[in-house]
């Protein structure tokens, strides 16, 4: 893995932070539409729920999905660069997105997917 820590050095300090950097990965988001079809996109992302966002963004805007089933329906990401494959349950992805409590780290991350699916930030 290609992590890339950042070094933050205080003045007056004996101590350096790091602050570690999740690697891009080339993944391959696969989701049924309403007719039972599978379809596939590649997408580069950081994180599990940002390829689900990402692969959902470009399913939604193709002529050929025939609409993408809410709630249990499952979107699977494979990883290509390491042959790993997720599960996410769509209901779980939107429960996920929709929470506002956490991690200022997982609080961005969660703004950060909204405005890839172009939802409004809940953060003031």
Same mark, same amino acid.
């Given at each position: =893995? $290609?992590? =890339?820590? @950042? @070094?933050l050095w205080r003045r007056k300090s004996e101590y350096v932070s790091f602050i570690l950097v999740m690697p891009v990965r080339s993944c391959r988001v696969t989701i049924k539409d309403m007719d039972g079809v599978k379809h596939t996109v590649e997408v580069t992302a950081e994180t599990l729920y940002e390829a *689900?966002? @990402?692969g959902l963004v470009a399913l939604r805007g193709n002529d050929w999905v025939m609409g993408i089933a809410q709630? =249990? $329906? %499952? *979107?699977? +990401?494979? +990883? +290509?660069d390491i042959p790993i494959e997720h599960s996410v349950k769509i209901k779980d992805f939107h429960d996920w997105l929709e929470r506002s409590t956490g991690a200022p780290r997982e609080i961005s991350k969660r703004t950060r997917i909204k405005a890839i699916l172009g939802l409004p930030s %809940?953060?003031?």
């Open positions: =893995m $290609n992590f =890339m820590p @950042l @070094l *689900v966002a @990402l709630g =249990m $329906n %499952t *979107v699977q +990401v494979s +990883v +290509v %809940t953060q003031k």
